[in-house]
């Protein structure tokens, strides 16, 4: 995974063939902030026009004379926004945006559902925290509260349940605390039992 700097200069052809498509509609992408530049680059965002998405979760610090309650962005380093892509030089200049997400000389979208699901566990008023990304365990659908339909993967912390969904592109995932009733395997017809994958065996994100 690589991503174009703020001069643009690794796009040198994106009038060609495999990206005409992409010029003309908009589509989310992911870009990359400047260090603890989050909150900065989606308030820019939103000034210059952009629709814009910073997911954010809440977390507890601990120090040696108080505890604070932050919140603080869910994917470190990245704030989604919404553009054509012949609009990304524009986006580029914007202050705090470092880069845009891609691979090689090609520009790497977010796909709508994933974008929709992150949303969907951020609006719910569920507890989310970051999670290592994942690719292995049950894929299971959330058929009752208030994220009914939502598919992710089911794994068990302690004596709780987390449905994870990822974004592919930054190899994240996101969490988000579930009643154990409300789960139901995706693939009904397989016969088998709900796997859950351990906290500690969880691989760890890039």
């Not at 090689?104 to 999670?131: D, Q, T, Y």
């Not at 969490?175 to 789960?183: C, F, L």
Request: aromatic share 8%.
């Amino acid at each position: 995974m690589d991503s174009v700097d703020s001069g643009g200069s690794a796009w040198g052809g994106v009038g060609g063939s495999e990206n005409k498509g992409l010029d003309a509609e908009a589509r989310w992408f992911a870009a990359v902030t400047r260090p603890h530049h989050e909150k900065v680059a989606a308030q820019s965002l939103e000034k210059a026009g952009w629709e814009t998405f910073l997911p954010l979760y809440r977390s507890r610090r601990v120090w040696s004379d108080r505890i604070k309650e932050l919140d603080l962005p869910l994917f470190s380093g990245y704030v989604f926004t919404r553009f054509a892509w012949q609009s990304r030089v524009r986006v580029l200049r914007v202050p705090g945006i470092h880069s845009i997400v891609s691979f090689g000389r090609r520009p790497a979208p977010i796909p709508e559902e994933e974008m929709a699901a992150v949303r969907r566990m951020v609006a719910s008023g569920l507890p989310v925290e970051p999670w290592p990304f994942l690719r292995v365990g049950q894929r299971v659908r959330l058929e009752r509260g208030p994220l009914e339909g939502l598919e992710g993967i089911l794994i068990q912390v302690k004596r709780g349940w987390r449905v994870v969904v990822s974004v592919e592109l930054l190899r994240r995932s996101v969490a988000a605390e579930v009643d154990r009733m409300w789960v139901a395997p995706v693939n009904q017809g397989s016969g088998s039992s709900l796997a859950t994958v351990n906290r500690a065996s969880c691989p760890r994100s890039h």
